[in-house]
């Protein structure tokens, strides 16, 4: 099949029969609504950008599996440029669409089952990287989405998978029946879920040999029976709703998403089952697909990153304080932040390597730094960005009041839109309304709906900054660097 356009993707997605759920109610035409909506089409351009020749090479990848010509977001890595290219299209689409365009943790998943599988086989003699094979063969030549989850509720952080209360908590085995295994638990704030045609579930931490029914990863179409999805609401979402509000949106077009996905004793065939109690490398599958998923924000954080400077610098100009020294000085600060980013998505790929089954593992040790600075350097961006800016991101009226006709009774008998437009008017050559909608894309990006892909989802997505820590501790050497330092010091042992 050829590779599917936007307008194709979302079509798509209406022949799924996907279970919704948002504020108390099931959603039956959750693609045309209109808080949903915004992220599918973030989605798209993932499709669409596909079709566009000046980004193809970024975009598009030959299959290893068919030779077949696919979208980058279901290929296996071969090498370290394509690593890199991974990088810089995940920059592109942060330009494009401020935002999380959710169709990585897909790719980063195909890539950790895939490498991981191959050692699993080898060790227990399983035909998962076979099954696996079959699957992406199946994903890449319909050009799907598939939501790669990895997120347990948890419950309490202090409890191993199988000492919770409550043994839902993680998501495990219930049942292995000849045909294939039952499952049962939920996968939280999980990335583009419901803009997804395939769930891929691996683990979400170590497991031991006493807790083996939680080492399972498997594949399941998203409207699979017993699975369904709670739509996770953002801040000032409900600004969706209003009638005419495409300034206080501030970004109207795209957004992210995130939702709880249940599975209520969900049948999987032995086809799709990719790990079944191989506890053993539930840890490597979790590393490795972490480490794809720190590489990944070394580039989409980026790409929104230079929309942020963007929109700041824009803000400048039309508050006429553009050549202030500090103001200069501030998008300097930004632009050397974010592109240490950069910097650190680009160089754990250009040292990547192969694995044992062919594809291409990042540096690990240099993606946890990666993904560490993730943690820091955005909300500096933003604190530069909201200095630069100025209160009135939070204060102004709203696009109604700037709008209005209605008559307000003083002596100069001048409507409510005057007089907000009067008393919010910038620089000269530049309307109000432009300042009001530069302003509210900041608000949408520091403190509104775009905040949960931007900011908060750079402190915890692709794990909490104490789990790269974790990874840095373990792949630091210390030890190596302690025998550096006696060589040179000439302290014999
Ligand atoms: Fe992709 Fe970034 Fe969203 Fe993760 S947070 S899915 S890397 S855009
Ligand atoms: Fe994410």
Not at 321 to 349: F, P, R, V, W
Not at 468 to 476: C, N, V, W
Request: hydrophobic share 40%; proline share 2%.
């Amino acid at each position: 099949m050829a590779l599917m356009t936007g307008a194709e993707y979302i079509e798509s997605l209406r022949k799924l029969n996907t279970q919704v759920y948002m504020f108390g109610q099931k959603i039956e035409n959750w693609v045309d609504h209109p808080i949903i909506r915004p992220s599918i089409n973030c989605v798209a351009i993932t499709y669409d950008l596909a079709h566009d020749a000046e980004h193809a090479d970024l975009m598009t990848a030959t299959s290893n599996l068919t030779g077949n010509k696919i979208n980058r977001f279901s290929h296996l890595h071969q090498s370290t440029d394509d690593l890199r290219k991974k990088v810089k299209m995940q920059r592109l689409l942060g330009q494009k669409t401020a935002s999380c365009f959710q169709r990585c943790v897909g790719m980063d998943a195909f890539n950790s089952v895939f490498s991981t599988t191959y050692e699993c086989d080898k060790a227990h003699g399983t035909n998962y990287h076979e099954n696996f094979k079959k699957y992406l063969t199946y994903v890449q030549d319909n050009d799907l989405v598939v939501d790669g989850a990895m997120t347990d509720p948890k419950g309490d952080r202090g409890l191993a998978q199988g000492a919770q209360a409550d043994p839902d908590l993680f998501v495990h085995i219930v049942e292995k029946r000849e045909d294939g295994i039952v499952v049962r638990g939920a996968k939280a704030h999980q990335t583009g879920s419901i803009n997804s045609h395939e769930h891929l579930i691996m683990p979400t931490q170590a497991v031991s040999e006493d807790d083996k029914q939680y080492a399972v990863a498997f594949a399941v179409p998203s409207d699979a029976e017993g699975l369904f999805m709670v739509y996770g609401r953002q801040s000032c979402d409900t600004r969706k709703l209003e009638k005419d509000a495409d300034v206080d949106l501030g970004n109207k077009k795209f957004g992210g998403q995130e939702a709880l996905v249940v599975f209520d004793d969900v049948f999987v065939p032995n086809d799709r089952v990719f790990m079944c109690e191989e506890y053993d490398f539930a840890g490597m599958l979790v590393e490795r697909f972490a480490g794809y998923h720190r590489q990944s924000y070394g580039g989409c954080k980026v790409g929104v990153g230079d929309v942020v400077i963007g929109a700041a610098a824009l803000a400048a100009d039309y508050n006429g304080a553009q050549k202030a020294s500090h103001i200069k000085d501030k998008l300097i600060e930004m632009t050397h932040l974010n592109e240490t980013l950069y910097c650190c998505g680009i160089a754990c790929s250009a040292e990547g390597y192969p694995t044992e089954a062919g594809n291409y593992q990042i540096d690990l040790l240099l993606a946890n730094v990666c993904k560490q600075n993730v943690t820091r350097f955005p909300y500096e961006i933003v604190r530069l960005a909201e200095d630069i800016a100025g209160g009135l991101m939070v204060t102004m009226p709203s696009q109604a009041d700037f709008r209005s006709e209605l008559k307000v009774p003083t002596k100069s008998d001048m409507s409510l839109g005057e007089w907000t437009t009067k008393f919010f008017k910038g620089v000269a050559g530049v309307s109000t309304e432009n300042r009001m909608r530069i302003l509210r894309f900041l608000e949408n990006i520091c403190l509104g709906a775009s905040a949960v892909g931007y900011r908060t989802e750079s402190m915890h997505g692709a794990g909490s900054p104490q789990a790269q820590r974790i990874m840095i501790a373990r792949q630091g050497n210390i030890a190596a660097k302690k025998e550096l330092a006696k060589v040179i010091a000439g302290i014999v042992d």
